[in-house]
């Protein structure tokens, strides 16, 4: 495996409160997540990513902690959180927990304090203005739930400015002090065994917020500091940014001027998640494709998280008009499916029409891509959404697990649950859960235990580089290839639902014993490449070759 752990990694991101309840309280916590460590090794996940863990009065959703050097008492405790880590460490699973400073909760003793005086210590740690700022109402990120970005406090006698909801004011990075205090906590929870950081709302922590400037400068170097403290910390911590910006903002985000990779390791590639989206409901592949050609030159070490869904809406805003129209009509076309009049606010399974042969091409697409794949939890079983609970929660809800009540989520009553389970029709849990599908070597389930092994055995496709194969290929078909050290693959994809044969003859003289490694069904053998089938919706992923002075000591087994 490469010395860079995250490159060839598998990141399973879930949300400890909707996980597994060990004491039937109705809310998920540690102890429940570590019951369930070994179905998560079982999946073939190297790595979690635990949203929010600190105390929070969860106005929104975690993302408003009151304490950052404690985990929310609903979880556990902090020796709760030191087992879950030396028991994911047993079993070769790293965690990466959220890093959410770009703001507090306003309940935060720090926003409390400033906000009472203005002679005290915390003052400066927030973003104040005296006047009325003229860009009050700009810049929200929630329309329809926020309608500004600048509020008056009556007790600080002052407008306190915050980029999200009202009850989240920012933190002011212009001060050190600030700066310091990140740099602590982050050296804490690495001190007590995290792998990395997600770092929530990236492009706003380094706003210099000037009042009246809906377009503050950004400080950059905050980023460098930071990288340079955590790998002082421990050599293989990673950062992993959510930074939805402009593609050409992006690689000042990797690393500075100088070319190297000297800020955050990892980005979530959010322009990748739009084209994805926009090629699934088009049947077709040119988004895909173009998203490629388009991606910045990335400095050595630089790595895409690729996604298909996460804790949020889908983000559309990327797209054009048309094509936003597009994915709303195909996977989103009831106003109560859609939010912030960008987004899509539901789950793969359902989106897709509850077609597995749709799910899996899709699956196996992100899988296939270059960067390190993340997959939300309940993916793996085609869970869906609830769309009667508000916004983003409706993609919230509790996993599930078998057909006992509450999904064997909970033992607590159903009205004492966090969120209640998905109950009924094609999703409910009676239906989609981990027991039935484990016992299944046809279910999603099992598929997905299949194809992340075939991933952790194709090094190329994380460490190596992704070209999409240009040459004519059949309506709907996309050709793309992984080179890297250890060898190279080749991945066949088909959007559309027509049979196709793909001609890759040319390929032929590179290979070396060519075989699938995985695909949607059994295949006539490669041959030569020069006649390979494809079903409507069907995906090849094919070894070409393979270059075992490149395997590392270990080598590693086709
Ligand atoms: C981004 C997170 O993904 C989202 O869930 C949260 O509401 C905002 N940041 C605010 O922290």
Not at 146 to 163: I, P
Not at 321 to 332: K, L, T, Y
Request: glycine residues 8%; aromatic residues 10%.
């Amino acid at each position: 495996m490469s010395d860079r752990w995250y490159s060839e990694a598998v990141i399973y991101c879930l949300d400890i409160d909707t996980f597994a309840d060990s004491d039937g309280d109705g809310v998920g916590d540690i102890q429940g997540l570590i019951s369930r460590l070994d179905y998560l090794a079982g999946l073939g996940i190297t790595c979690l990513w635990l949203q929010p863990i600190h105390p929070s009065p969860n106005r929104d959703d975690g993302y408003d902690a009151t304490d950052f050097y404690n985990v929310d008492p609903r979880f556990g405790t902090l020796g709760d959180f030191a087992e879950l880590l030396h028991q994911a460490n047993n079993r070769g699973i790293r965690v990466i927990i959220d890093l959410v400073v770009n703001h507090t909760s306003d309940q935060h003793p720090w926003f409390q304090s400033a906000r009472s005086s203005p002679d005290s210590p915390y003052r400066d740690w927030y973003v104040w203005s005296d006047q009325q700022p003229a860009d009050r109402h700009q810049g929200m990120v929630f329309p329809g739930e926020q309608n500004e970005t600048w509020t008056y406090d009556r007790t600080a006698k002052s407008w306190f400015y915050h980029r999200f909801y009202k009850f989240q004011p920012d933190l002011n990075f212009g001060n050190p002090a600030v700066r310091d205090e990140i740099k602590k906590i982050v050296s804490f929870w690495i001190q007590l065994g995290v792998s990395g950081f997600r770092i929530d709302a990236a492009p706003f922590i380094i706003e210099m917020t000037e009042p009246g400037n809906a377009n503050s400068p950004k400080d950059f170097a905050f980023l460098t500091e930071l990288r340079q403290h955590v790998q002082w910390r421990s050599g293989d911590a990673v950062l992993l940014a959510e930074a939805n910006v402009e593609p050409d903002e992006l690689q000042k985000y990797f690393g500075d001027s100088g070319g190297s990779a000297n800020r955050l390791h990892m980005l979530f590639d959010f322009m990748l998640n739009g084209r994805l989206m926009l090629a699934l409901a088009r049947r077709d592949p040119e988004p895909v494709i173009e998203a490629l050609r388009e991606t910045p030159a990335l400095p050595s070490g630089a790595q895409w998280a690729t996604f298909l869904r996460n804790h949020d809406e889908i983000d559309l805003s990327r797209l054009t008009a048309d094509q936003r129209q597009d994915v709303f009509r195909e996977f989103g076309p009831d106003e109560d499916m859609q939010l912030y009049g960008r987004g899509i606010r539901r789950r793969l399974a359902p989106m897709l029409g509850n077609d597995r042969r749709r799910i899996e091409l899709a699956y196996s697409l992100q899988f296939s891509l270059r960067g390190t794949p993340v997959l939300r939890y309940g993916e793996e079983i085609g869970m869906g959404e609830d769309l009667s609970l508000p916004g983003r929660e409706s993609i919230r809800t509790p996993m599930q697990w078998s057909m006992k009540p509450n999904a064997g989520f909970s033992e607590a009553d159903a009205g004492k649950l966090i969120r209640p389970v998905v109950e009924g029709g094609d999703f409910g849990y009676e239906r989609v859960n981990v027991t039935l599908q484990r016992q299944d070597p046809g279910s999603l389930l099992s598929w997905f235990e299949r194809m992340t092994r075939a991933l952790r055995e194709a090094p190329e496709i994380g460490s190596g580089t992704c070209t999409p194969i240009d040459q004519v290929l059949p309506p709907g078909v996309l050709a793309h290839r992984a080179d890297g050290p250890t060898g190279t693959m080749v991945f066949l994809h088909n959007l559309s639902t027509k049979h196709a044969t793909v001609d890759l003859g040319s390929l032929y003289e590179e290979a070396d014993l060519p075989n699938d490694m995985l695909s949607d069904r059994p295949y006539n053998p490669v041959g030569k490449l020069d006649a390979l089938e494809l079903a409507g919706q069907g995906y090849r992923w094919i070894r070409l070759c393979r270059s075992y002075a490149g395997a590392g000591p270990a080598g590693r087994p086709v």
